[in-house]
Every structure is written in C-alpha cells, then in structure tokens.
C-alpha cells in the first residue's frame, strides 16, 4: 500500500492567508504524476495525495474545515470498490504488457491501487512537525516535487488520515476509538507532531479504563518517550483492580496479565496487600502459568518482590526451597538480601541505600474465608462412617489452608479443624484463628495462638455444641499469623 503525499507552495502570500482545506476522494488505477515510490508485500496499494497548487488552493478556498471529516469517511467505501477497476490499465513491474492471461490475473491484485488526495498547504505540515518541515525544506528532491509518495500499510491508511486531519482541527480525536487514538499517537510521535501527540495523550488519559485496554495501550506504547503520565494512568487502574491482591492473585485475570502490566502492578507502592509474602507466591503463580520451565533462568522478575519485608520465617521455610524462584536469576541474592535485612539494627536499617519502600498495608477486617455449607455438603456429612468433609484450599501471608468439618454420630455435636498445608521439615507457623456460624450453638468458635509444624499441621476443637436442623448456613473465619 502506498500513499502519496502531493505538496505544493501557494504561488502569493495572499493565496497562502486564503488557503483552506478539504479532502476530495477518487478511484485512479496509477498515476502519471512524479513520485517516489516504495512498494509493500503482497499488499493492496492505496495512495493518499496530499496537493496543493495554485488554481486548486483557489478553488479549496470556498470549502468549510468541516467538510474534511465527511469526505475522509468516505474513503473507506473506495476500499471496497477495488475489484471494479480497470483490468486492462495493470502493467508488470517492467512496464509491459504480460502475454500469459495467467500472469495478468495473478498481477492484478499487486498493482492495483487506490488514489486519495488530501489538499493541504506544505507550509502548515511543517508547522506541525519538523519532520515535514525537514521534508519540504532541506533541499531534497521532495522540496521540488509536487508529490511526496509514503508507504504504509493498509491498517494505518485510517490512522494517516486522521493525523492530517488532527493538524488541523485536534477536537476530530474526541470519541474517536480507543485503538486508533493510540495508532495516531504512535504516528505523531513518529513524525514529532508535538501538538497532536499532546491531544492523543488528553484523550487517552480521559478514556475509560478496563484491562482489555490496558494491555493494548501498554502493548503500543513500549518504546515511546514522554508517557510517563500514561503510565501512571494506567499504573492507577491496576492497583485499584487487584487490590487487595491477597483477594485477587488466584484468579484468572491475575494470571492473565502480560508481563508489562504485570511489572507496572507489582512495582507499585501503593498496591494494597496484608503481607509481601502474598507478592512472592502470587509471581510464582504467574511465571509458573506465562513462563515455560525452562526459560526460568531468564525470567528476571524477583526484583519486584521486596525481600525485606516478608517474613523471616516464610523467607526461610518457603522461599529459600522454593522449587521455581530457586531457578530465577539472582536468586540467592535477592534472599541473602531479605534475611539480613531482618538481622540488621534499626540504626543499619535506615542506613541503607536505597531504603526500601514497604507497600499500602490492606485492612484485615473481612473473613479470612468463608465456607458455605450446601445441602449436598450437609448430606455427606450425615452419611456414615465417612462424616468428614474439607473446605477448598485459600491463602493467608503466603501460607496455603484449609478447613475440616465433621459431625457426631448422633448430630448432636461437631468437630472443626484448620489445616496449615505443605509443611516441610522444620518449617512452622504461629496461627491462632476464629470461626463464627449459626452451626455452633455458641455462635464461635476460636482457638487460640498454635504453632503449626509438618507433623502437626492441624489444629482446631473437638465436641463443639452444633444447633440443629441447620442447613445452608455459612462458616466465616478469621485467621491471624504472628
């Protein structure tokens, strides 16, 4: 696809005040014009020709701007009408006619194009950008001619044109599509359309955000400059999607984000969370669902957890056996730096530089998990002699549980357990926790401060008093590590 970029000086300084600009759309086979041509691939060509010539910059004098986003809709019917074009005008790429009807027919599709002209003043491009300007007014062979030929591809035939629009008027960038207010971005940027580059940034930053278009603005925009205020954008919607995270790293949405957003949420200090060990085991989820074993070794996503501030414990029970980070590079740096961080004084502490950063502390008032007992969970637990029935596994700082229920023979009372899964060897954890249900005839039930080890994993009451003829209810519990 190419487009042809036609310009021309205006001939008086009066022509120049006078000057408007409009769009005139036409359906052309090939162009005797002088160009400069770059061809793309196995693609379509459509030439958009910018002009402006004395009797023509007269004549666009008359038309409103208004007219202009009319007329460039109108462009879009033009791609539907290339079949209609004359067969016979197609020439091969040596300017001759082809004998073999064969030849003809599979050159069709390649050479034939589609003119759209775009009368602009030169002399306002180059106001606009000093890309255009250098192009115009360095003394290249484009200062002279009368058509400057550009090669895009057809997705960006859209985008082009809403570029030269928006050098004139930029309010044509409002409810424009998120997609291609970002394509236009990029393309300003590409040519230093400052102006335009600055009122895509506007809307954008006024867009309503979801995580669809999120990761496409982040996909675009990797390598451009002067967006930090985007990102910042975009930096805000994560962390109030996934905050709290402890609620929100097991699901699919989680899991789901690309890397780049994902660096963007997990750097964040005011992502909400109860503990940064959640942080250590929720990238363990992702790179464990987005990375292929055996590109772990050059996954180097650990400098997004802050070592320091997970607990010397989980540090030394569950991260330093970690089977996936154990495999991440720099591991053993980034582990050594969280347990001696616990060992330093207060005064070392604030010596440190830089001075790490903790992260929005989530309120720990909700439940910690909530357990509905259904009739068919209350059916397996009035059958005999297999009464015990376990709840799904959750999360709390880091550390995988679980919950056990089971009735008496005469219904009469009911035992209630909380597991602490994947205990290794030494590993412990100090856990006290409470539950509260309409099942328990004193409404709670609350086991104080316990230490959990490998070989004592589960912790809880026997015997407790349960109401009666109770079904569908719901056990709430809290859960506290010291």
């Not at 899991?255 to 109860?274: F, H, I, P, Q, V």
């Not at 502390?361 to 376990?390: C, G, M, Q, Y």
């Not at 709670?444 to 026997?462: C, D, F, H, P, T």
């Amino acid at each position: 696809m190419e487009v042809a970029v036609k310009t021309e000086e205006a001939t008086t300084t009066e022509d120049q005040k006078e000057a408007k600009w409009t769009a005139v759309i036409e359906e052309k086979v090939g162009t005797e014009n002088k160009t400069m041509t770059v061809r793309g691939e196995d693609e379509q060509k459509t030439e958009v020709k910018v002009t402006e010539d004395e009797a023509e910059t007269k004549e666009i004098a008359s038309h409103e701007v208004s007219y202009l986003q009319e007329v460039v809709q109108q462009s879009g019917k033009v791609c539907g009408d290339i079949s209609e074009l004359d067969d016979q005008n197609i020439e091969n790429e040596c300017g001759e006619k082809d004998s073999d009807s064969s030849a003809i027919e599979a050159k069709d599709d390649e050479n034939k194009s589609i003119v759209s002209k775009l009368f602009v003043h030169s002399q306002w491009l180059a106001v606009q950008s000093p890309y255009f300007k250098a192009l115009f007014y360095s003394g290249m062979k484009e200062t002279y001619s009368k058509e400057v030929v550009m090669q895009i591809h057809e997705h960006e035939l859209e985008a082009h044109q809403t570029l030269i629009e928006a050098m004139y008027r930029l309010d044509v960038l409002k409810e424009k599509d998120y997609r291609l207010v970002v394509q236009v971005l990029l393309l300003a940027h590409k040519y230093d359309a400052r102006h335009v580059f600055k009122k895509c940034k506007y809307v954008l930053l006024s867009t309503t955000l979801s995580l669809e278009i999120c990761e496409y603005i982040l996909k675009k925009i990797e390598d451009l400059s002067d967006t930090i205020d985007i990102y910042d954008m975009l930096e805000q919607f994560l962390v109030k999607e996934f905050t709290p995270i402890d609620d929100t790293w097991t699901l699919a949405k989680f899991t789901n984000l690309s890397e780049a957003a994902l660096r963007l949420l997990l750097r964040s200090d005011n992502l909400g969370t109860r503990s940064e060990n959640t942080i250590f085991v929720a990238l363990m989820r992702w790179v464990r669902s987005n990375i292929f074993s055996f590109a772990h070794n050059k996954c180097g996503l650990l400098q997004l957890v802050r070592f320091e501030f997970m607990s010397v414990d989980f540090l030394h029970d569950v991260v330093q056996d970690h089977f996936v980070a154990r495999q991440m590079p720099e591991f053993n740096k980034y582990l050594v730096k969280g347990l001696a961080y616990h060992g330093f004084s207060e005064i070392r502490r604030e010596q440190l530089e830089p001075k790490p950063k903790k992260r929005l502390v989530a309120e720990d008032t909700d439940p910690t998990f909530s357990w509905v007992i259904d009739e068919e969970v209350e059916k397996k637990l009035s059958h005999f002699p297999v009464n015990r029935v376990s709840s799904s596994k959750f999360w709390y700082k880091g550390y995988q549980m679980q919950l056990h229920l089971s009735y008496a023979e005469d219904l009469s009372k009911c035992s209630f357990f909380l597991q602490v899964l994947n205990l290794k060897g030494n590993s412990c954890v100090c856990v006290s926790y409470k539950a509260k249900s309409v099942l328990f005839a004193s409404w709670w039930v609350q086991i104080e401060e316990r230490l959990y080890k490998a070989n004592s994993m589960s912790w809880g009451k026997k015997g407790v008093i349960r109401n009666a003829a109770q079904t569908g209810y719901t056990i709430e519990v809290w859960v506290k590590i010291k």
